[in-house]
Each structure stands twice: as C-alpha cells, then as structure tokens.
C-alpha cells in the first residue's frame, strides 16, 4: 500500500497557494473613490460642480414659499420637524436634538444669516452646499419666517378682512 506523506505534498500544495495568492495580487482593481479618469459634464476633472455662487434672493412670491415648505420637510424636518419643534424622525432615533426653531437663538437672525447656516450648516448640523442648490436654500430661508410666524402670529398681524376670513 502507498501511503502519501503529507511532507512530501506540502511544498507542492504551499507553492500552489503562494502562486494564486500572487495572481490575485496583480489583478486589475477597481477604486470607484480614485479621481476621475474622463472628465465629469463640467468639463473639470476631479471637480463636482456645487451650484455654490453666491445667489441674490429671490422674490418673495407664494410659489418660493410653496417650494420653501416642500425642501424643508424633505431636508429638515427629519431633524427639525415640520413643525420646527426639533423633535423629527432622526433626532427620535438619537441625533442631538435641536432648539425649536421658532425660539432659538437664530429665530431673529436674517436672511442672510439663515442662509449661510444652511449653506456651511451649525455645530452637529452639516452643510446643504452640495445637497439644495441656492435658490432653494433661499425658499427654505423664505419658510422658516412663515413657519415661526404660523406659530407665533398675533391677532394684530391680521388685517381686518383676515380676521373676518375663516382659514
Ligand atoms: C441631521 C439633523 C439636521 C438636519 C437634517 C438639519 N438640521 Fe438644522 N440643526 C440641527 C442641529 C442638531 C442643530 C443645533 C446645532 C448646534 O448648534 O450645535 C441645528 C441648528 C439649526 C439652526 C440654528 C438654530 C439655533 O440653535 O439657533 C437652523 C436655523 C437650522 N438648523 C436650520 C436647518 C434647516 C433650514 C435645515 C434644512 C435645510 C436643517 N437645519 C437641517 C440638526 C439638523
């Protein structure tokens, strides 16, 4: 009876692997984070595109403010909610919770100011630069005055024929 020595086959069976080990190693590798080897559309290689020019602000019209509400309860309002308050879907699952909007140090601030805080973001709260061009930053900017308004409004901020007409 032949008996196989293991001794015998285990340099045979250590070169096999030794020589797949170094095939795998000279494979060709994909890094889809490597920079770009064409140019992207913008005709700048490596370069993505932020719509970041700085933007005057758009008129104030019920269309900016209609879009303002929908990005804000598309890119806020899981942290901040809806209604402001700072109690949205993320921040349930444990992100820090914000200060309701409507009575936060930042609820007087300007436009200009609303603005940037989107733009670069605040603290734990990142930057929209990449994710909501300008002009939509400008229609949240827009929302955030009539949401804390729909909250705090006064009965004197109504002229007389709002009074009489029921919402
Ligand atoms: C991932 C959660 C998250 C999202 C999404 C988010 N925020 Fe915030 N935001 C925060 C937190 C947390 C703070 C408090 C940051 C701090 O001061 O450390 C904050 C702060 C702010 C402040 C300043 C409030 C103050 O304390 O005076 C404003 C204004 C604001 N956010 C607006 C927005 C707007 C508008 C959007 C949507 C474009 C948005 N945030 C999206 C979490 C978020």
Not at 22 to 47: F, I, L, T
Not at 106 to 119: E, F, W
Request: aromatic share 8%; net charge positive.
């Amino acid at each position: 009876m032949t008996r196989i020595r293991p001794l015998r086959i285990l340099p045979g069976a250590l070169m096999l692997l030794a020589g797949g080990c170094d095939d795998m190693s000279k494979q060709h590798k994909e890094n889809p984070y490597a920079s770009p080897r064409s140019a992207p559309a913008n005709g700048v290689a490596g370069r993505v595109e932020y719509h970041d020019a700085p933007r005057p602000a758009p008129a104030l019209t019920s269309a900016l403010l209609r879009r303002g509400r929908s990005e804000y309860d598309a890119f806020c309002a899981p942290c901040h909610a809806r209604t402001g308050l700072g109690d949205g879907m993320v921040v349930q699952r444990g992100f820090p919770a914000p200060r309701p909007l409507a009575t936060a140090p930042t609820h007087n601030a300007t436009p200009d100011q609303l603005y940037a805080i989107i733009t670069a973001g605040q603290g734990v709260m990142y930057g929209f630069a990449q994710r909501i061009m300008p002009d939509d930053r400008w229609a949240i900017v827009a929302y955030l005055y009539a949401l804390r308004r729909s909250q705090y409004a006064m009965l004197a901020d109504m002229t007389p024929a709002q009074r009489a007409t029921p919402p």
